[in-house]
């Protein structure tokens, strides 16, 4: 079993950063062959991937609307993903999520990822 938590949400306002941590317990196994990813949503609104790393870190993937914002990383030593996020707007706002597979293919689908965690709240304030 794969348990994840989330930290570092919480509120700031347009323009501002956050830097969003999940670290991961993996017993009997190990943090570091998994995918790595973090999805949002909104209210009213589907899951969307955010950003994904590959176990090695070698591959990353960004959703178009944090292309340039965003940066996915991962210290495979501490068990734990990172999420830095900087010039935030107001459509950033979401729950965020940390999620883990094995595995690349259909990186964005939210339904190939085993593991997530319990999310942490990002306001972003105009």
């Known amino acids: 079993q794969v348990q994840l938590v989330e930290s570092g949400g919480g509120l700031v306002q347009a323009g501002g950063s956050l830097r969003l941590a999940c670290a991961a317990s993996?017993?009997?196994?190990?943090?570091?062959?998994?995918?790595m990813a973090w999805f949002r949503q909104a209210p009213g609104k589907e899951r969307e991937l955010v950003a994904a790393?590959?176990?090695?870190?070698?591959?990353?993937y960004y959703g178009d609307s944090v292309k340039g914002r965003f940066t996915i990383s991962r210290d495979n030593a501490k068990n734990t993903v990172y999420l830095q996020m900087n010039s935030l707007k107001t459509e950033d706002t979401a729950a965020y999520y940390c999620?883990?597979?094995?595995?690349?293919?259909?990186?964005?689908?939210?339904?190939?990822?085993?593991?997530w965690g319990q999310g942490t709240q990002v306001t972003v304030s105009s």
């Open positions: 999620a883990g597979r094995v595995g690349w293919t259909s990186v964005t689908d939210p339904l190939q990822y085993a593991y």
């Open positions: 790393t590959s176990w090695s870190g070698q591959d990353t």
């Open positions: 993996a017993s009997g196994r190990t943090f570091s062959r998994y995918t």
